[in-house]
């Protein structure tokens, strides 16, 4: 098998002993025996940790098919949803892709993942002469931000296409049996794929939620699906000599203990950004409850090294870092030779792009480390959607023994729900009457 993923910690090896390493044998190997015997908390949730090997080739097939239509038929196709309803999905898109919309055919655009009206306003505007389609994901159904965009958008292809055309060019994404979308999909006869119950949000990807939206840009779905698969060979075991997951996890466990509450992923190349934001929210909501958890802070280089990059090298040393290095990109542009050395650059023509971020990738690396930030490196080998899958199997799988590391449930999210109360109290949502009250009131003497 072809790993296209690898996970360096040498660099860190002063902070992560070998004394320290053992002391987490123990509680890893218990952490991944409770995901593979499904008796950790959460254990209802952990049906992606076979996904890969499990999708149908009937699923397969139909995801496929409904994608052919489409990318035959539209030129741009709306993903409604939040969360895990979206960053899986907008992570593949952007990093197989062209960087720029305007060179995809069809184009995917999100939408549902905050609330805006000059946005929406925007893309009404976009889709006016474009052939398009809708496809709203949300396992539960009930989410606001992409509940009431949906209501907009499907508005709006009504209004276009006439009620009974419109339908033709909804999918509804979301749970096979229960809630509120699945009613609606079955009363207006939208295609529908179904999420398992079994899966949250965040640990999405792999099933219709992305990869509907992932085949319809044209990427290979099968290849991700076994590029997962693969990853599940080097990303369990009970041992972290064949486990690249728990080595991971362990890592980050060990630092988070000696103070360091805050791991910043940084990417190196634009197709990763979208990366690191899934990351942000897998490792966010699986692991800040309870009163701990390592906060995920991300950045994209070099871009950032000239924003953050200065608190990197010399802010609070609360931090460690870990690079996620994409090794091969698809083009190679050499830097021109101009015959003039006042921008002082010249000693750079003929060179690659990738060979000047490269050596600065190794140059933060060790500018970091100095300045006390333990740091360590994934590396993805290609822009290929085999490696994707591995990647996403990798950290999907690290987290969540993070999470059983730091004895949480990585699985569920109960802080999500209180902005959501005092969001519906004030909203005036009914059964939410007295509390709106209350917070009125408190906003009111707080002068807002
Ligand atoms: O990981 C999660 O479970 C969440 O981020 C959800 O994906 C997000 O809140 C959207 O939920 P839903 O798909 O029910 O609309």
């Given at each position: 098998m072809d790993r296209k993923v690898t996970y360096e910690f040498k660099c860190i090896a002063d902070c992560i002993t070998d004394e320290k390493l053992d002391g987490y044998r123990k509680p890893a190997a218990l952490a991944e025996t409770m995901l593979q015997e499904g008796?950790?908390?959460?254990?209802?949730?952990?049906?992606?940790?076979?996904l890969p090997e499990n999708v149908s080739s009937q699923q397969i097939a139909a995801i496929q098919s409904t994608a052919k239509e489409l990318r035959d038929s539209i030129d741009i196709l709306i993903c409604i949803g939040i969360g895990g309803s979206y960053l899986g999905a907008k992570a593949a898109i952007d990093f197989l892709n062209?960087?720029?919309?305007?060179?995809?055919?069809p184009q995917v655009i999100f939408a549902g993942h905050h609330m805006n009206s000059d946005y929406l306003s925007d893309l009404l505007q976009l889709i006016e002469k474009k052939e398009v389609a809708l496809n709203i994901i949300s396992?539960?159904?009930?989410?606001t931000e992409p509940g009431i965009t949906f209501r907009v958008l499907r508005k709006a292809l009504e209004d276009r296409y006439g009620k009974k055309k419109s339908t033709k060019r909804i999918i509804a994404t979301t749970d096979p049996k229960t809630g509120a979308l699945r009613e609606l999909a079955v009363q207006e006869k939208y295609t529908t794929f179904a999420i398992p119950p079994d899966v949250g949000g965040r640990y999405s990807v792999l099933t219709p939620v992305g990869l509907l939206p992932i085949a319809v840009s044209g990427i290979d779905i099968k290849a991700l699906l076994s590029g997962a698969a693969q990853a599940i060979s080097f990303c369990s075991g009970t041992t972290i000599e064949d486990n690249l997951s728990m080595q991971y996890a362990i890592n980050r466990n060990i630092l988070f203990r000696e103070g360091k509450a805050i791991e910043v992923l940084a990417s190196?190349?634009?197709?990763l950004n979208f990366i690191v934001e899934w990351w942000k929210q897998l490792t966010g909501e699986s692991e800040g409850k309870d009163y701990t958890g390592i906060f995920p802070a991300i950045l994209n280089y070099t871009t950032d090294l000239h924003s953050v990059g200065q608190w990197i090298q010399?802010?609070?040393?609360n931090i460690f870092e870990t690079f996620l290095y994409l090794?091969?990109?698809n083009t190679t542009i050499k830097i021109p030779d101009f015959n003039d050395n006042r921008d002082e650059l010249?000693?750079?023509?003929?060179?690659s792009f990738e060979l000047v971020n490269e050596n600065a990738f190794r140059g933060t690396l060790l500018a970091h480390m100095d300045g006390g930030v333990p740091a360590s490196i994934i590396t993805v080998s290609e822009r290929s959607a085999q490696a994707l899958g591995q990647l996403f199997y990798f950290f999907e799988k690290a987290i969540a023994l993070s999470g059983y590391l730091l004895r949480v449930?990585?699985?569920?999210?109960?802080?999500?729900?209180a902005y959501k109360k005092n969001m519906f109290a004030l909203l005036s949502k009914p059964g939410y009457e007295d509390a709106g009250n209350r917070l009125k009131t408190r906003l009111k003497d707080m002068g807002l």
């Open positions: 008796s950790g908390p959460g254990n209802d949730y952990i049906g992606w940790l076979d062209p960087a720029f919309e305007e060179l995809r055919k396992k539960s159904g009930t989410t190196f190349q634009p197709q010399q802010g609070a040393r090794k091969k990109t010249q000693y750079l023509s003929g060179s449930n990585p699985f569920n999210q109960p802080g999500v729900e």
